[in-house]
């Protein structure tokens, strides 16, 4: 298990060899779940600012609309 960029730790490779199916999709879950008290963070800080300045790109897997209900229903896509 190498990137081309640098070696992915032992101890990581391992751990994540060790998990079956079922349990990396419930970790990445998880780890998906952890991440939207930030994500909903950010969002709510540019909007407080009014939108001032460079827009706000949120990128990457964790960005399910169904994860945050409450959020997306109240926000028009960009080209909406």
Do not use: F, K
């Amino acid at each position: 298990m190498e990137n081309p960029e640098r070696e992915v730790p032992p101890h990581v490779a391992e751990h994540y060899a060790s998990l079956t199916v079922d349990e990396l999709i419930t970790s990445v879950l998880a780890h998906y779940e952890r991440l939207w008290p930030r994500i909903r963070t950010l969002v709510a800080t540019h909007a407080a600012q009014g939108g001032a300045g460079a827009g706000l790109v949120l990128e990457g897997s964790a960005l399910w609309p169904s994860a945050s209900p409450d959020w997306t229903s109240r926000t028009r896509p960009p080209c909406g």
